[in-house]
């Protein structure tokens, strides 16, 4: 059983991302696709430097890409990343909310993908990307975790988000990275037991 988290960040995400990447371990049983208001000519460095903070694989997917657990996949600049069945799939339609890539579309497509085996992160940001998104997962019963605005460098994405879905988790940032594992351990558990073929 593979479970999606989706994360969005906009102003004051890299350090944020940095404090979550740190807190997975190497076995982390999920896997991770992030959003990071960027840049069109941003290059390879947020990659760069995501991969100092996690032992984990970090890279940007080409159009295509397998999803594999395990792995946390960052999305290109100027480009909006989508979740497929079983892989990923990039594109060039217009910025939402002023951005390419938008959490909403990543968000919004997990929705569709993943349903309710997906987790979606708001974390800091300047403006309301990522709300739509946050709606649409919660709508499917996936759960939505949304970084304390008290927390956030910026919190108007934060804000954003619980206004759209009131009843979200809401935690600190120091606290979600830790809150990930344990709740993608929880949750995968249950499911091999239930579907483990009798003696």
């Known amino acids: 059983m593979q479970w ?5 960040a906009s102003v004051g995400g890299l350090r944020a991302l940095s404090v979550i990447l740190s807190q997975l371990p190497r076995d982390f049983p999920g896997t991770l ?3 990071q208001h960027r840049r069109a000519d941003d290059g390879a460095l947020l990659c760069r430097l995501m991969s100092r903070h996690t032992p984990l694989p970090v890279l940007e997917p080409d159009h295509g890409t397998p999803i594999r657990s395990g792995h946390v996949y960052v999305a290109p ?23 390419r890539p938008s959490i909403d579309v990543l968000f919004e497509s997990a929705a569709a993908a993943y349903r309710w085996r997906a987790l979606g992160v708001i974390l ?9 998104g946050a709606a649409a997962l ?3 019963g996936a ?18 988000a619980l206004a759209r879905v009131p009843d979200a988790s809401v935690l600190p940032l120091a ?3 830790r809150y990930l ?15 483990a073929p009798s003696p």
Do not use: M
């Not at 995968?188 to 239930?194: S, T």
């Open 4 to 8: 999606f988290v989706a994360i969005g």
């Open 33 to 35: 696709a992030i959003v």
């Open 77 to 99: 600049p100027d480009y909006h990343l989508l979740v497929e069945p079983g892989s990923f799939a990039i594109s060039v339609d217009p910025p939402v909310c002023c951005s």
């Open 124 to 132: 800091t940001g300047a403006n309301t990307d990522g709300a739509s």
């Open 138 to 140: 919660a709508a499917v």
């Open 143 to 160: 759960q939505v975790i949304v970084q304390a605005p008290e927390t956030a460098e910026c919190p108007t994405c934060p804000k954003a």
């Open 175 to 177: 606290e979600i990275g």
């Open 181 to 195: 594992n344990a709740a993608c351990r929880e949750k995968a558990a249950p499911w091999r037991q239930a579907r």
